[in-house]
């Protein structure tokens, strides 16, 4: 299953995750396994979580699909990964989410703006991560990941527009006018490799200029205690990973910002903390 390579990371790979706020590397998957993640991607259970159009238009987010195909849940459980996870998350670990992100092979589309993860699902505590397990070579061309070095030391930053979660960071001086240019970083893994960044870490990515897709998995992790405050409990949030949850919550974050998006669930459904008679009263004295 795996490529051989579960070793964890070193004390100098730790130290610059903390310090950078991502790694990269290469070589983790087989290219038997590629292949094996890449027909899982075209499975109608798979192709039927985006429409034609936003799979030519737009960078696409499939998301849950551990739940969906036996392939995605073996690659976020897979050694070689986890290996590296311990280090920065401990050794109780669960799934916040899993997503197929598919860059569209129309040249000049498939923009995802600057953002921090944490902003999207908040939690009790920071300790949560992405990795994105690369099924194409990531390169400029085709829209390769961005990253502002260091950035997940500047805690959460603005993601509200009008009163309204946006979606993106609000704070553009950060990639637009930084202290040093070199702090923004093309995150550039091959076939088979993974970068894995901290939720705070903000990033984005250009267009695709390639005329192919670029594909890749995207796991979010979290420490099993951390517990989420607002978004979206999928049908795979809080699989366990490794370890075991243990009934504690850590309570580190401060103050958090929830992305509020209005309607009858303004926060997801993870701000699940009123009874269903209380939100109807609720709603008589609005």
Partial sequence: MANGIEQGLTEQEISRY????????DDILTAEEVEELRLACEQPQITALRSQKDYETKTVHSLGITALHPAFLKLAKHPA?????IPL???DIELQHSKLATKPPTKGVGIFAWHQDYAFY???NTDLLSVMVMLDDATPENGCMRMVKGSHRLGQLNHLSDGRFAA???ESRYWERPANPNDIVLITPKTGGISIHHTLTLHGSDANASGKPRRGIVFSYRASDAYQLADTLFDDTGLTICGSNKGIVRCAAGVVTLPYRGGNTPYGSAWNQVGGFAWEKNGENA
């Fill in 168 to 170: 993106e960071c609000q």
């Fill in 89 to 91: 998350l401990g050794a």
């Fill in 18 to 25: 903390w310090e950078d706020g991502f790694l990269v590397f």
């Fill in 81 to 85: 990964i986890v290996a590296k996870l």
């Fill in 122 to 124: 908040p939690h009790t």
